[in-house]
């Protein structure tokens, strides 16, 4: 039976359009409008413990001259040997006038979920009898805070309630083994319909065209370095939908036309075109981006058959009997160690280790332990560099890197130009901070002549009519 809109509306579930760690944090951020009444707007520039857009007493701030500094020196790190970026929830995620038009970050989420109570034919949200038999066996109220604002909490509890009940030879505990496999479903559900229902599922563009925008810019990089790698901890398809729109080849670990089929060997290929058929000359194709999804996909799915048995399908389902997704679970790290996850961490190990190495992180709070491991090994590398979008209070591993006083650590965050925006957005990251490629004011140009020459048509054709 499917579920009325009312069970689970995106434009309900609030979201500061960041990763759940920053997400709640962000909200005591002067980005609104009271709070850039009271005091300047800023954004911070950290290289290692020095904010070098720090105004001098009694100085104003101008914020875009901020933003011209900041993009100066983000341009020189486009140009570095290895370049790749770590896109995390907060840049699917994406609100205007109080509507979440893209898919909320994991704290919204939980709270969204603990809230709503489901009837009998709800597989996403947990019914009245459901809520009672954990509490009432088990001792635990799936509505108290830390679970309402934590849905990897609450994860972490049901997967733990599973393990020994399903060791126990109690059969009184049957009943709450029934429950908790039931509401874990649910939830995996819960997170399976927040990727793919929604305004963007339903022609809003708005979160897709800012995809665009990241992929147009970063295409543009000279063809005499190594390809740029795009890392993901999101399981929607918004990165590879505005590539299909702009016609950019990547390749994402799968290979095959009628059944595509994960293949890591594939990370190994480039893409070529033939300059002279009679010398056999070739030539990397300038705008070739890798593409690796550490979580997995919600186009992934798991089939017993042929020799790589993780299938990519381009029609979508609900059926998560062979979903490949790491749901937030205490066993994330773990799950991270089985193919495919093994080859694609793999992958994203060997990216950062590599000298002259830039990794961008854009919309990740550092929640994940084992991408965080990866990135403390890659510090472990003089010419390693992170520059990552945080708010400048962001605590716990943000917090850590900041104490490091590594000059290799950048920390960009803080008001953004509007006060609906902030400076580690997706959004402010790539109009105001992400270098303009060559021959972008020339199309931009080119763009305002054709539309000053589409308005004349209608003002001429309508005159006519007149």
């Known amino acids: 039976m499917e579920v009325s809109e009312k069970s689970f509306n995106l434009q309900d579930v609030a979201s500061e359009g960041e990763d759940s760690e920053v997400a709640m944090i962000d909200s005591e951020m002067p980005n609104g409008v009271e709070a850039a009444a009271s005091e300047p707007v800023h954004f911070s520039f950290y290289k290692g413990a020095t904010d070098v857009l720090a105004p001098k ?107 020994a009940l399903h060791q126990s030879a109690n059969k009184e505990l049957t009943v709450a083994k029934d429950t908790v496999d039931s509401v874990i479903s649910k939830v995996a559900r819960y997170v399976l319909r927040a990727c793919t229902k929604g305004p963007f599922a339903t022609g809003n563009e708005t979160v897709l065209s800012l995809y665009q925008a990241f992929y147009r810019k970063l295409v543009y990089r000279d063809r005499s370095l190594p390809r740029p790698w795009v890392f993901s901890t999101n399981y929607d398809l918004f990165n590879e939908t505005a590539m299909d729109r702009l016609g950019i080849p990547y390749g994402n670990g799968f290979s095959g036309t009628v059944e595509r089929r994960f293949n890591p060997a594939t990370f190994r290929y480039s893409l070529a075109e033939q300059l002279d058929i009679s010398s056999r000359k070739w030539a990397a194709v300038d705008n070739f981006v890798y593409l690796c999804k550490l979580h997995g996909s919600v186009s992934w799915v798991e089939e017993a058959t042929g020799l790589f048995p993780i299938r990519e399908m381009q029609q979508q389902s609900e059926d998560m009997a062979s979903r490949v997704m790491i749901y937030p679970t205490p066993a994330k790290q773990n799950a991270s160690f089985a193919s495919p996850y093994s080859d694609l961490f793999r992958e994203f190990q060997a990216r950062v280790v590599r000298d002259q190495s830039v990794l961008f992180t854009v919309g990740y709070g550092f929640g994940d332990e084992h991408i965080n491991n990866n990135i403390f090994q890659a510090l472990t590398v003089p010419g390693f560099r992170l520059i990552a979008f945080l708010p400048p209070s962001a605590p716990g591993v943000a917090q850590t890197l900041r104490e490091l006083d590594d000059p290799r650590i950048w920390i960009i965050g803080g008001a953004g130009p509007s006060s609906e925006s902030s400076a580690h957005y997706f959004d402010t990251f790539i109009a105001e901070f992400m270098p303009e490629p060559p021959g972008g004011k020339v199309d931009a140009a080119v763009e305002k002549v054709l539309q000053r020459l589409l308005s004349k048509s209608d003002n001429k054709t309508n005159g006519d009519e007149a």
């Open 57 to 163: 007493e009694g100085a104003d701030f101008n914020w875009h001259e901020a933003a011209g500094k900041v993009r100066e020196s983000l341009t020189d790190a486009m140009s570095a040997r290895h370049v790749a970026f770590l896109l995390g929830a907060g840049c699917s995620s994406f609100q205007k006038d109080g509507n979440q038009l893209g898919i909320p970050t994991m704290a919204p989420l939980a709270r969204h979920f603990v809230d709503t109570v489901g009837d009998d034919d709800d597989p996403y949200h947990a019914t009245e009898a459901e809520r009672s038999a954990l509490n009432d066996v088990l001792g635990l109220d799936i509505t108290a805070e830390e679970y309402a604002t934590n849905l990897e909490r609450l994860m972490e509890v049901l997967y733990s309630f599973r393990f």
